[in-house]
């Protein structure tokens, strides 16, 4: 059974950290672009970075390149999303998600998608 499984979310004080695990089962991730979104309440579904498969290589929405980190462990098939000086705006549900290519922060473009992990930043 294809799974992706989101963990590491919870409630942080404002410029606290996190970090966020999104662990594979049922299928090698390493063989997909692996991508993290998120969505707040009211809003829409907007991706903060992606690793590709090919080399590694790392992407960022503009907004979101100072404070998050993205990084994979192939061994563990799993892929983390640091996040540093959190604020309340950051405040969203986090989703992993994985894809054939990290060109596009379409939420369509992905075909696998984890259930989300809550994180709240408030003091």
């Known amino acids: 059974q294809v799974q992706l499984v989101e963990s590491g979310g919870g409630l942080v004080q404002p410029g606290g950290s996190l970090r966020l695990s999104c662990a594979a089962s049922g299928f090698t991730l390493d063989h997909y672009a692996k991508a993290w979104f998120r969505q707040a309440p009211g809003k829409e579904r907007e991706g903060i970075s992606c690793?590709?498969?090919?080399?590694?290589?790392?992407y960022y929405a503009d907004s979101m390149k100072d404070r998050f980190t993205i990084s994979r462990d192939n061994a563990k098939n799993t892929v983390y999303l640091q996040m540093n000086s959190l604020e309340p705006e950051d405040t969203a549900v986090y989703y992993c998600a994985a894809g054939d290519l990290c060109s596009t922060w379409s939420a369509n473009d992905y075909d696998y998608w984890g259930r989300g992990t809550q994180v709240t930043v408030s003091s």
């Open positions: 690793i590709s498969s090919a080399d590694g290589s790392t």
